[in-house]
């Protein structure tokens, strides 16, 4: 029988557990009003590709999210956070860790995991080639079903990103928004699924280029430099969406979250979000436009950069014709050879070139047969 002194006893005890738990925590920190410290200056650096890849089998890649140790990430309690703007709830909830490591992941996505019958021989090179070129790495392929889930639990604490999610009225549009999602949360590579990994991550970079001081790896996928430009694409220079590897958090990502939430809410709102009425096309919906315009955004933003008087902004300019990669801030920006080897346009290099690291097929799995490249 549960008598009032064994009650005493039992509540006596949780008070006590209590106390000491709060007590064996640091004091929360107020979230800052401005996003990052990251205040860098826009070196612009070039570096050559490394004439001998790496073979060593240390990697800088741990499993996956270690943060510093000496630079310990403190929050504030959530009751305040849901108070704040939609950006500042993502980090928040994610925040960013310039110095820890590349998580160890690959994420892909697929209609069945490699595990089915379904998944189909075509795509079975493909998806090995990661795996094999990146031991020790946790490779998800994650389908439609499971993705679901997993933003579910990843952004339960956002309600505005999961209900933007769940209304997104195409599988391409989630599959999109998908990628940035899980590389804010969780970070590491998303890439494609048609995708080839030609080299190891490990040897996208220099070794002399420490890797803390890099947190958001990106290529270019179109360099126009042709005056119809804008009847092709949507960007003069345009950075391909179908690689990229991330640490966890990265403001560029986060500002992409936020500004496809805000979207697809206010088409929600206004009664036109179908593929019929919406008032954006896919590419800059949630495609490669508006994935471009995140990071330019962010390569401008004085929060983030010391902007000396001036000093002009960074533009397209900046990355046309490139043939090695180029450091901005944070950022490395690899040339178009690095992720689109072999496409025989605007400057590309064929899949052995030093530079060459990810092979894409080009593929278009979401759209219609008729439209598939051959």
């Known amino acids: 029988m549960f008598t009032f002194r064994k009650a005493a006893i039992t509540a006596a005890f949780l008070l006590t557990f209590f106390y000491f738990l709060h007590s064996s925590h640091t004091s929360p920190s107020n979230l800052p009003e401005s996003n990052d410290t990251l205040k860098t200056n826009h070196d612009g650096n070039t570096y050559p590709s490394p004439t001998n890849p790496s073979s060593q089998s240390s990697r800088p890649y741990p499993p996956p999210r270690q943060s510093s140790k000496n630079k310990p990430i403190t929050q504030q309690p959530l009751a305040d956070a849901t108070h704040k703007s939609l950006r500042d709830q993502l980090q928040y909830q994610f925040p960013y860790d310039l110095e820890g490591k590349f998580p160890a992941y690959i994420w892909q996505t697929w209609k069945y995991t490699p595990a089915q019958g379904e998944f189909g021989d075509t795509l079975r090179p493909a998806e090995a080639s990661w795996t094999e070129k990146h031991p020790g790495f946790v490779h998800e392929v994650v389908t439609d079903q499971t993705a679901e889930l997993l933003i579910r639990h990843l952004y339960a604490s956002v309600p505005q990103t999961l209900e933007a999610y769940k209304s997104l009225p195409a599988g391409v549009l989630q599959a999109d928004f998908f990628r940035y999602l899980i ?192």
């Open 183 to 374: 590389l804010l949360a969780r970070g590491g590579i998303y890439t494609d699924i048609d995708t080839t990994a030609l080299k190891s991550t490990t040897d996208w970079l220099p070794e002399e280029v420490p890797r803390s001081t890099i947190g958001l790896i990106v290529g270019i996928e179109a360099d126009p430099n042709r005056t119809d430009w804008h009847d092709w694409y949507s960007r003069r220079i345009q950075f391909c969406q179908w690689t990229i590897q991330a640490k966890p958090g990265h403001p560029a990502l986060r500002d992409v979250v936020a500004t496809i939430t805000e979207d697809v809410l206010r088409m929600k709102k206004a009664g036109i979000l179908s593929m019929k009425k919406m008032d954006k096309s896919i590419v800059e919906f949630t495609g490669p436009a508006v994935w471009t315009d995140a990071i330019m955004n962010f390569f401008n933003n004085p929060d983030y950069y010391k902007m000396d008087q001036g000093m002009k902004n960074i533009t397209w300019e900046h990355f046309t014709g490139m043939e090695t990669a180029k450091k901005v801030g944070d950022v490395v920006v690899l040339p178009i050879t690095s992720f689109s080897p072999g496409v025989q346009q605007m400057g590309a290099k064929e899949d052995d070139d030093p530079m060459a690291f990810v092979k894409h097929d080009f593929s278009g799995s979401w759209k219609p047969e008729n439209e598939k490249m051959s």
